[in-house]
């Protein structure tokens, strides 16, 4: 028998919050489209990688494909199942040319649910693409001084760890000297070491986009509590697609258990196509098929992934003798998938 403190009980507070998808919409005058009211703006110089992370990450390409696409001409958006939209802007050779009017428009900057990604070829010309963005944030804060600004310090994969250490310290000093300089505000700025080449960029873009997903916080508070009651030592919410989590619980993250967890859920996918007798009906559950897989990555771990709907699941990492009351895990988390499409669709 289980104690009342090891069942989870979960409170939406889906009253006490105010803000959802459909609030608002932004009209992006320059190319007479709508813009997402969520969402990441892609930008950088020619050639910095952009294109390549989110043809990774969205469309699955391997990176030794990559070689060969097409540098991008036109804007384009990439849509994730929360609402949030992340667009790639085209290269920006000459941040005054017209053709990139619409990155100049104060209105793409603008809203508290507005991210801007800027791309930096850690190999390329870092002090051209360096003046761009300094041209750019410029712009974006005289409208938008809480801009959330990630700066990925891309193509570190070959690097020394030393090099790509000296590489990120002389990138973060010139930005924030630059900034300090210019009186901008340097407190919503992160620095990211990215490659293609491993899950450093969808671990970046996950830290992007978890302040913008609806009701991030109540997400988090599930999290915590659901890791907290079950004894995990951590838990995500992932969307099953692109491998970027779109919440966590509080605790401590390290790099390495993430690309566990991502190599876990391909796995999942794989035995899902080949396997389709181990999807659970559970009518209980809004009538959604829901998938239950638990995979070992040593003797003393186990990664636990229970499917919240065809497009999210959790991903929870705990001790192995956890597992050994699957029953009390299996309820907790049936718990947080409820509430968890509650907020979402809510």
């Known amino acids: 028998m289980y104690g009342r403190s090891d069942l989870l009980e979960v409170n939406t507070g889906l009253t006490t919050e105010a803000g959802s998808p459909s609030d608002m919409e932004h009209h992006d005058k320059a190319n007479g489209t709508e813009l997402a009211e969520?969402?990441?703006?892609?930008?950088?110089?020619?050639?910095?990688?952009?294109?390549?992370?989110?043809?990774?990450?969205?469309?699955?390409?391997?990176?030794?494909?990559?070689?060969?696409?097409?540098p991008t001409q036109e804007r384009t958006v990439y849509h994730m199942v929360t609402g949030i939209a992340v667009y790639d802007f085209p290269g920006i050779d000459d941040y005054a040319e017209t053709q990139y009017s619409s990155a100049v428009d104060p209105a793409v900057y603008a809203g508290n649910t507005t991210a801007l990604v800027y791309v930096v070829d850690s190999q390329g010309d870092i002090q051209g693409?360096?003046?761009?963005?300094?041209?750019?944030?410029?712009?974006?804060?005289?409208?938008?001084?809480?801009?959330?600004?990630?700066?990925?310090?891309?193509?570190?994969?070959g690097l020394s760890e030393e090099l790509?250490?000296?590489?990120?310290?002389?990138?973060?000093?010139?930005?924030?000297?630059?900034m300090g300089y210019e009186n901008l505000n340097s407190a919503f700025m992160n620095f990211h070491r990215?490659?293609?080449?491993?899950?450093?960029?969808?671990?970046?873009?996950?830290?992007?986009?978890q302040r913008l997903v609806p009701r991030y916080s109540s997400l988090e508070n599930i999290l915590n509590s659901f890791s907290t009651k079950s004894g995990l030592d951590k838990v995500f919410l992932f969307d099953i697609g692109t491998k970027v989590y779109l919440s966590m619980d509080?605790?401590?993250?390290?790099?390495?258990?993430?690309?566990?967890?991502?190599?876990?859920?391909?796995a999942m996918e794989d035995l899902a196509e080949l396997c389709a007798r181990d999807l659970v009906f559970n009518v209980d559950d809004d009538?959604?098929?829901?998938?239950?897989?638990?995979?070992?990555?040593?003797?003393?771990?186990?990664?636990?992934i229970y499917q919240v709907n065809s497009y999210l699941a959790l991903l929870c990492v705990g001790s192995a003798h956890l597992f050994r009351q699957m029953s009390l895990l299996e309820f907790n988390s049936s718990k947080v998938a409820k509430a968890i499409r509650e907020i979402l669709t809510s």
Do not use: W
């Not at 250490?165 to 000297?177: E, G, H, P, T």
């Not at 390290?254 to 690309?259: A, D, G, R, S, T």
């Not at 009538?287 to 636990?304: A, C």
């Open 38 to 70: 969520r969402r990441v703006l892609f930008m950088g110089l020619p050639r910095s990688g952009k294109s390549s992370i989110l043809s990774v990450v969205f469309e699955n390409m391997l990176p030794y494909n990559i070689i060969g696409i097409l």
């Open 129 to 157: 693409s360096l003046a761009t963005l300094f041209t750019i944030m410029r712009v974006a804060q005289a409208v938008n001084e809480r801009l959330p600004i990630h700066i990925f310090i891309h193509k570190v994969d």
């Open 164 to 178: 790509k250490q000296d590489i990120q310290q002389d990138i973060q000093q010139r930005v924030l000297k630059n």
């Open 194 to 209: 990215t490659t293609i080449f491993d899950e450093s960029v969808r671990e970046a873009l996950s830290r992007v986009v």
């Open 250 to 266: 509080s605790s401590p993250s390290e790099p390495q258990l993430y690309m566990f967890s991502c190599q876990t859920i391909d």
């Open 287 to 304: 009538e959604m098929l829901m998938q239950k897989t638990l995979v070992g990555l040593d003797s003393n771990t186990k990664i636990f």
